[in-house]
């Protein structure tokens, strides 16, 4: 049985970066940007309005103060999207909308509710500084500047900025593909009503979510009977049609639990089988040409667990990202969880921020079997091994769950 951490040392290790590819920006969201995003254009490529109001020359209104009011004629509107020719004089003022192109000659916006207006008389009762409310020519970005650099990960607002920068496709490294291969007798569909000795076959579910999550691909092999040949065509038929292979179940030492002898005939590089942590001891990591092998527990909780604390820093750094694991924060204890010495213990807990520290709630059984008790968490309680029971007031690592 290894630790929590060599573990992830030896799957990290073993996760190469995967090829990169040219994509939609609609489909690059949460993925790795391979390359350096360049500006083609100044942005905005004219100087414009930021607010609803009138251009005006700045030194029209030089010696303007409510005793000594400017007036100037409003000569005409301009919208956003329209060009207005010609330029504005001394003593000229157009009405002119947020984000309309400022007219030559105007160096200055002066907002609505600033000014007074009679007729065509546009009436100052201040000075107006240069440059009041315009946003410069490639203030935001000129040509030729490095927008988006190499290794970001992409959010809506990397998508936004691409759209604004005329980029419809970019290069992402890709997500991998993964296989879900599920074992048990005892599983039934989900609409079927369970009987005697049946469940629902909810692993597959949590799975698939779990790749959404992440922005994978998976490929669902099915529900495989306890039959050790069958499940090795599917193993193998996996590692060649996928990046990552996952199975649900038999990874115990039960007397259907084929996992092991199944990639020992396939000639896989068996890393280890069993990690330090509860839920999620039966752990089988295994590397067959470059492919990666995740056995995980049957048990529901166990395999969310797993998948989470072993899978996903594999799929980060196969997709480029930099953070591998998630972040620990520190917790108090608002109530008392019980455990026993020997493995670290991944507590699931309800924890909540309260006067700018966070508390974890007890939120039930932690019987690996029971998934409502994830469902009402939204982290979890790192107990290490040589501790058993810990106690209210007790300060212990947490983190949270899927984020
Ligand atoms: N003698 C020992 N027995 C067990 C040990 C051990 O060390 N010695 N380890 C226990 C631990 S820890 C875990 S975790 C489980 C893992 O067992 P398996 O991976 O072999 O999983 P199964 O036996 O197939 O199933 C366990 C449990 O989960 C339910 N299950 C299975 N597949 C699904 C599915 N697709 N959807 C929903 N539920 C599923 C299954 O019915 C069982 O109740 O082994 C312990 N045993
Ligand atoms: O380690 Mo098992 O994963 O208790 O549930």
Do not use: W
């Amino acid at each position: 049985m290894i630790k929590i951490s060599e573990a992830i040392n030896i799957i990290t290790k073993e996760a190469k970066l995967l090829e990169v590819e040219k994509v939609h920006i609609l489909s690059s969201l949460n993925k790795i940007l391979a390359e350096d995003i360049y500006s083609k254009d100044n942005l905005p490529s004219f100087d414009k309005s930021a607010m609803d109001g009138y251009a005006i020359k700045s030194e029209d209104t030089k010696n303007c103060e409510s005793k000594n009011p400017v007036e100037l004629r409003i000569k005409g509107i301009i919208k956003a999207g329209d060009y207005y020719e010609e330029e504005i004089k001394c003593g000229e003022a157009i009405k002119i909308m947020t984000g309309a192109a400022v007219p030559r000659g105007a160096n200055a916006v002066i907002e609505i509710e600033k000014v007074n207006t009679v007729k065509d008389k546009l009436i100052l009762n201040s000075v107006v500084k240069k440059e009041n409310n315009i946003i410069k020519m490639g203030e935001e970005i000129e040509i030729g500047d490095l927008a988006i650099q190499k290794g970001k990960m992409i959010r809506p607002a990397e998508i936004g900025l691409l759209a604004s920068l005329g980029y419809k496709y970019i290069h992402v490294y890709k997500s991998p593909v993964i296989s879900l291969i599920i074992t048990g007798d005892e599983l039934i569909e989900i609409d079927e009503e369970p009987f005697m000795g049946k469940i629902r076959n909810s692993n597959e579910y949590s799975l698939r979510a779990l790749i959404d999550n992440l922005n994978g691909k998976y490929i669902s092999l099915g529900v495989v009977s306890d039959d050790k040949n069958i499940l090795k065509e599917k193993i193998k038929y996996a590692f060649e049609n996928s990046d990552i292979v996952i199975t649900s179940g038999g990874a115990s030492v039960g007397d259907y639990d084929f996992i092991e002898d199944v990639l020992k005939e396939l000639g896989a590089d068996i890393k280890f089988t069993t990690i330090s942590i509860k839920p999620g001891k039966p752990v089988t990591f295994a590397v067959y040409n470059e492919k990666l092998f995740f056995g995980l527990p049957g048990n529901p909780m166990s395999i969310i667990t797993a998948f989470e604390e072993f899978v996903v820093p594999a799929v980060n750094k196969m997709m480029g990202k930099n953070n591998l694991v998630k972040e620990e924060i520190t917790v108090v204890l608002a109530d008392d969880f019980k455990g026993k010495k020997g493995r670290t213990k991944y507590v699931y807990a309800d924890i909540i921020k309260e006067n700018g520290r966070y508390y974890a709630y007890n939120v039930g059984s932690q019987c690996s079997n029971h998934l409502i008790t994830l469902s009402r968490a939204n982290g979890i309680v790192i107990i290490p091994a040589d501790i058993g029971s810990v106690n209210k007031g007790e300060i212990l690592n947490g983190k949270f769950i899927f984020k």
